[in-house]
């Protein structure tokens, strides 16, 4: 998932907020109070008074738009403003109908927490019909909680207390993660060890790991930090699903360890679940440096322990798989590349001696 900031928006920047108002799908959920598509009539007089009514005006009034921060493109923006009958801030995040479908309004929600109860804000509340159950499981996602129903509306509120409480770990809940890791300790993998003994998922897991901690200097300008959490967590899904051979892995089965692994991890703390959502995407989308290293380090890992366990442990395929395998996905290294090589000749050499 692309990675959003909050951004001032400048007088000159207003074309984006007029596009918004003006677009049909994107405001259809404003249609009940201004019919009939929800479109704000004169968005650029509406523009000018957001401008001199909420830029600068904190706590009282926040205005922000979300930013994309790969390409810099605006994809949405965020509010709050104080409604002292009430004693909280009414709060709203609208994202672009075509930037939508891609975890965005989310973390637009979780942005605009974070900024409004570090600038004096103490209760955010926000309300919509019932029947926009994406919007509900948003802010649910966040920590915010259902205060009512009235109406066909449903009723939200998030206070700084329960924002902040969610930063933290309990010890049962720290237990209770480690419970469920340590059923790799008991979950084999395919290959068996240099003495014949078949390897659990913990081991692979931790062997990638060292092998990222080792390889830092040789790859100084990558994050090899976020490698190593990569290396540590790929294989989490296993807990639920076991583990299955890269040859006999369908769709299907894939599917199935990641619905089951998103679930696990939409339960963790806030804090830790957004860290792992944003590490597994990254890892899935297989785009930057990090995410090619770690993935190369899985899968040479793999060919390094069948070169050392007993060749009578192979399968047929295997001769063939063990010359061929992760060839493609070291190629944006030449580091990697020549390391592939070397673990090539290993593989003949032990085919050679038939050990």
């Not at 709050?80 to 709203?92: K, L, S, V, Y």
Request: proline content about 5%; hydrophobic content about 35%.
């Amino acid at each position: 998932m692309d990675r959003l900031t909050l951004y001032i928006p400048n007088p000159k920047d207003g074309w984006f907020y007029c596009r918004m108002m003006s677009d049909p799908e994107t405001m259809a959920y404003n249609a009940p109070w201004f019919p009939p598509d929800g479109t704000i009539p004169h968005p650029e007089e509406e523009w000018k008074r957001l401008v001199s009514d909420w830029i600068g005006a904190e706590p009282e009034r926040f205005y922000a738009y979300l930013r994309r921060e790969s390409d810099g493109a605006f994809v949405g923006d965020v509010c709050c403003h104080f409604t002292p009958e009430r004693g909280w801030w009414d709060m709203g995040v609208v994202i672009y109908a075509k930037e939508r479908g891609k975890g965005y309004g989310t973390q637009g929600l979780r942005l605009l927490a974070e900024h409004a109860f570090s600038h004096g804000v103490t209760r955010l509340h926000n309300e919509f019909e019932t029947t926009r159950d994406a919007a509900y499981r948003m802010h649910k996602d966040v920590g915010f909680r259902e205060t009512g129903k009235a109406d066909g509306m449903v009723y939200l509120e998030l206070t700084e207390a329960d924002y902040r409480k969610g930063a933290h770990m309990e010890p049962r809940e720290f237990l209770d993660i480690l419970h469920v890791a340590e059923r790799l300790k008991d979950t084999p993998r395919h290959c068996t060890t240099s003495k014949g003994r078949r390897e659990s998922v913990a081991e692979h897991s931790w062997r990638i790991s060292l092998m990222a901690m080792l390889l830092k200097s040789e790859f100084p300008d990558i994050d090899m930090d976020k490698v190593t959490k990569m290396c540590l967590i790929h294989d989490l899904g296993e807990c639920f699903t076991g583990d299955i051979p890269t040859f006999l892995k369908t769709a299907e089965n894939e599917q199935t360890e990641e619905e089951l692994l998103d679930a696990w991890v939409k339960s963790l703390p806030a804090p830790l679940s957004r860290e792992l959502s944003a590490l597994y995407a990254e890892m899935n989308a297989l785009e930057t440096p990090e995410a090619k290293l770690y993935k190369s380090l899985d899968k040479l890992e793999a060919v390094i322990q069948h070169n050392e366990s007993p060749i009578e442990t192979w399968e047929p395929h295997e001769y063939e798989l063990n010359k061929t395998y992760a060839f493609d996905i070291v190629a944006f290294s030449e580091w990697l590349t020549a390391l592939r090589r070397e673990i090539y000749n290993d593989t003949i050499a032990k085919i050679e001696s038939g050990k």
